[in-house]
């Protein structure tokens, strides 16, 4: 039982995720909440990371650490991507058995499926085929925590489960043009060739990819939803049902940025995934479900890119 006195450590509590998790944590009347930096606690130092979970002894760990980015940093760096989150959640699960921890929430990714899945996309769809090969190193990351969450739970009985958002987005997303995801990125190049009175703007492939987003604070409810409920499955997909191709969240972000230049397609780079809606029934059957439209999360997540332009770029 998680009560508003228990203590929960929140690992990558800087990020968008751990950040959004702190924020409803406090709203839900959470009190008792542990997080460290970076410069405070190595997530990939596993003596660093036992000591910490063996003295501090929280009742739940949301593990929302991760090494995350888009194609390009997936493409260029296969290595950092695949041993950091490796070393990463190997660290926190690993501690968290050994030290008795009750309760841990394992975050992953919906690009756990493979490239070409049947849509919508069903939890046992897991390594039923390929993955996107851009994203390969990431995926078998997180693939490995889930089927380590998943072999806890069956050897030890333990109550850890894994959450699969599909793709993320709101306030402190990565607004980095060389290693942010798609709706982050657009929103970057839109606002950048407005200011700079640019007559278009350039994206990569064709447009016709289809996306599912889910706003980052619809995820945290989720998380905090997930906790308060006794659940029996080991992963839950967590989405908003809906898809949107990546050529008209374009014309999406370009008018909400009233951004009045052209788009150009740049067809020489590539598309990924041709489509990725997941299936979340069985988090949906039990009493949760999204509640901010895309529309409306876009606002919200440019009025904060606005407010902290000066911060994102240094």
Sequence with gaps: MISKQSKIYVAGHAGMVGSACLDELKKSGYKNIIYKTSKELDLKNQNDVYDFVRDEKPTLIIN?????????????????????????????????????????????????????????IKENYLLSGSLEETNQWYAIAK??????????????????????????????????????????????????????????????????????????????????????????????????????SIFDLSILIKNIINFNGEIEWDKSKPDGTPRKLIDTKKLNNLGWKHKISLEKGIKTTYNWFKENYHKIIK
């Excluded at 380590?148 to 709101?170: A, C, D, F, H, V």
């Excluded at 290693?179 to 278009?200: E, M, P, Q």
Aim: proline share 4%; hydrophobic share 40%; charged share 20%.
């Design 143 to 244: 693939i490995s925590g889930v089927k380590l969450i998943e072999s806890l739970n069956k050897q030890y009985k333990r109550n850890y489960i894994s959450l699969m958002p599909t793709n993320l987005y709101g306030p402190n997303d990565n607004f980095d043009l060389n290693t942010s995801h798609v709706l982050a990125a657009l929103i970057r190049k839109f606002h950048d060739a407005k200011i700079n009175g640019y007559s278009k703007v350039t994206l990569w492939g064709t447009g016709s990819p289809y996306r599912e987003f889910l706003h980052v604070s619809d995820l945290a409810k989720a998380i905090v939803f997930c906790f308060k409920n006794k659940l029996k499955e080991n992963m839950y997909n967590v989405g908003s049902n809906s898809e949107i």
């Design 64 to 120: 929302a650490a991760a090494k995350v980015g888009g194609i390009v940093a997936n493409d260029s760096y296969p290595y950092e991507f695949l041993f950091e989150n490796l070393q990463i959640q190997n660290n926190l699960i690993s501690s968290s058995h050994i030290f008795n921890i009750p309760r841990f929430i394992f975050l992953g990714s919906s690009c756990i499926y493979p490239k070409m899945s049947k849509q919508p």
